[in-house]
């Protein structure tokens, strides 16, 4: 008995990429039925997919030039008077029947049509991770999209129409002015203020002020002053031993998010790549994290759930790939803990911007300032 139990401990613990691949294809695809209210968040599903994919070293898989084309569909493009400025950046889906437009003409305007700001990101991610130099991204517009969503307390909504407000969303904003390397899309020092008074009494941070220390906003707050070069300037020294002391805390087997919470597979990146930005990742236990990361791997069809002997999902697969890659598991690419892509990504992205610099260079010793 104890032999057999040995044996499907072993088979239980093997990571099992080529399912997850299938996986991930699938979900670029078809949904179960129970999906279709994530239509109108379609982009971040694709997000999960593409980037699973990417980690997995498996884009080849894929029609990339056809995603590009999709993606860019979703942008929401500046009318021919700029009137809709304020509105700019990428809606999830076409479900909202605007006719497909994956050019970089004029936008059409609708009175309902508006981009939503983790729609932006995760469109801007998965522009990056297929390889896309996001040449027919309209930057400005983008900008000024951010601009229109940031609240007087530094906080962002999601859509111009309002919505809740929080760190998530301050997290989104951060990584576009990252990848677009342009931080006009923000008011930085506002946004500083709103992660600092987001420190909760339990010496980590909640989704504003006075709100309950969580594993995924102090990943939000923690991993968007990093994307800004702030983080040692915000928090003292001792400041970030006590944030450092409450993440280390919510390892159990796995991580959990908030103290006498189960553990769920996703905090063992929310949680994990906050360690690792603090450098102390390599305190925590692997052996125990990996075993329940591999204890929630549907070996079956692929994916990763929350919790072992539940259905898995793509937001799940793609965290659980992504906490395996933290502590090296072969077969998965390395990944940028703040940005959320593989580090290959993160590297076409240093190109561009490197480009983008010299392109600059060029333009302003053809013009010179009068
Ligand atoms: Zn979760």
């Given at each position: 008995m104890a032999e057999e139990d040995d044996e499907l401990l072993g088979e239980r613990l093997?990571?099992?990429?080529?399912?997850?691949?299938?996986?991930?294809?699938?979900?670029?695809?078809?949904?179960?039925?129970?999906?279709a209210t994530?239509?109108?968040?379609?982009?971040?599903?694709?997000?999960?997919?593409?980037?699973?994919?990417?980690?997995?070293?498996?884009?080849h898989v894929l029609n990339k030039d056809e995603?590009?084309?999709?993606?860019?569909?979703?942008?929401v493009?500046?009318?021919?008077?700029?009137?809709?400025?304020?509105?700019?950046?990428?809606?999830?889906?076409?479900?909202?029947?605007?006719?497909?437009?994956?050019?970089?003409?004029?936008?059409?305007?609708?009175?309902?049509?508006?981009?939503?700001?983790?729609?932006?990101?995760?469109?801007?991610?998965?522009?990056?991770?297929?390889?896309?130099?996001?040449?027919?991204?309209?930057?400005?517009?983008?900008?000024?999209?951010?601009?229109?969503?940031?609240?007087?307390?530094?906080?962002?909504?999601?859509v111009p129409e309002g919505s809740e407000n929080d760190m998530r969303f301050v997290y989104c904003a951060s990584c576009i002015c990252y990848i677009l390397n342009d931080w006009s899309g923000m008011d930085v020092e506002k946004t500083i203020e709103y992660i600092r008074r987001s420190m909760t009494y339990e010496n980590a941070l909640g989704q504003g002020a006075g709100l309950e220390a969580h594993g995924g906003s102090t990943f939000c707050g923690i991993a968007s002053l990093c994307l800004m070069g702030k983080l040692e300037d915000v928090f003292s020294e001792r400041e970030l031993n006590r944030i450092k002391r409450w993440c280390i805390?919510?390892?159990?087997?796995?991580?959990?998010?908030?103290p006498n919470k189960p553990v769920d597979t996703c905090y063992s990146f929310w949680v994990g790549a906050t360690l690792r930005l603090l450098n102390i990742f390599k305190y925590t236990n692997f052996e125990k994290n990996r075993n329940f990361i591999l204890s929630t791997q549907d070996r079956l069809i692929g994916g990763f759930a929350k919790w072992p002997d539940s259905h898995p999902d793509a937001l799940h697969a793609y965290f659980g790939i992504c906490g395996l890659s933290?502590?090296?598991?072969?077969?998965?690419?390395?990944?940028?803990?703040a940005l959320n892509v593989s580090l290959k990504t993160y590297k076409h992205l240093q190109q561009l911007h490197e480009a983008w610099k010299s392109k600059n260079c060029e333009k302003s010793s053809n013009h010179p300032q009068h």
């Open positions: 093997l990571f099992l990429p080529d399912r997850h691949v299938r996986y991930f294809q699938r979900s670029l695809q078809a949904l179960p039925e129970q999906c994530l239509e109108t968040s379609r982009l971040t599903i694709a997000f999960f997919a593409l980037s699973g994919l990417d980690m997995l070293d498996s884009l995603i590009i084309e999709w993606i860019y569909s979703l942008q493009l500046p009318t021919e008077e700029k009137s809709n400025l304020s509105r700019c950046g990428f809606r999830g889906s076409s479900c909202l029947g605007l006719p497909f437009n994956p050019s970089k003409g004029h936008g059409i305007y609708h009175p309902y049509d508006s981009g939503h700001i983790a729609m932006t990101y995760t469109a801007l991610c998965s522009l990056l991770i297929l390889g896309d130099d996001l040449s027919l991204v309209n930057k400005d517009a983008c900008l000024a999209g951010l601009r229109a969503l940031q609240l007087p307390d530094g906080s962002f909504c999601a805390l919510r390892q159990q087997n796995g991580f959990q998010g908030r933290l502590m090296g598991e072969s077969g998965i690419n390395e990944i940028h803990p």
